[in-house]
């Protein structure tokens, strides 16, 4: 199993920006798509941003379109989230998976492997 770590989070002020990282240990990226969800205090896990490797295509919550980014890193050993424009709602957990689908899925429930998250606090 693909072992999974995010970084880059930490505490911003409301309109700041943090870049988060998805790594996995001892293998690249390639043939996966990856998806970025995040979790709040008390509220379900949900879909933020993903992309596909076949097509490089890119997805993103109707909350974060705009503010958020997501790119790969050219060696494919790395996907980034470039958030901007950060708000008090932002604040939770940033966790990233991956698929073989081309068109990765919002659901959480079509996952099975998780990294240990990195939290994002946004202050007002």
């Known amino acids: 199993q693909v072992q999974l770590e995010e970084s880059g989070g930490g505490l911003v002020q409301t309109g700041g920006s943090l870049r988060l990282s998805c790594t996995a240990s001892?293998?690249?990226?390639?043939?996966?798509?990856i998806t970025w969800f995040r979790q709040a205090l008390g509220k379900e896990r949900e879909f933020v941003s993903a992309?596909?490797?076949?097509?490089?295509?890119?997805y993103y919550a109707d909350s974060v379109k705009g503010r958020f980014t997501i790119s790969r890193d050219s060696d494919e050993n790395t996907v980034n989230l470039q958030m901007n424009n950060l708000e008090p709602e932002d604040t939770a957990i940033y966790y990233c998976?991956?698929?073989?689908?081309?068109?990765?899925?919002?659901?959480?429930?079509?996952?099975?492997?998780w990294g240990q998250g990195t939290q994002v606090t946004v202050s007002s």
């Open positions: 998976t991956i698929s073989t689908l081309q068109h990765p899925p919002r659901a959480q429930g079509a996952y099975c492997n």
């Open positions: 001892g293998q690249t990226f390639s043939g996966y798509s």
């Open positions: 992309i596909s490797w076949s097509f490089s295509r890119t």
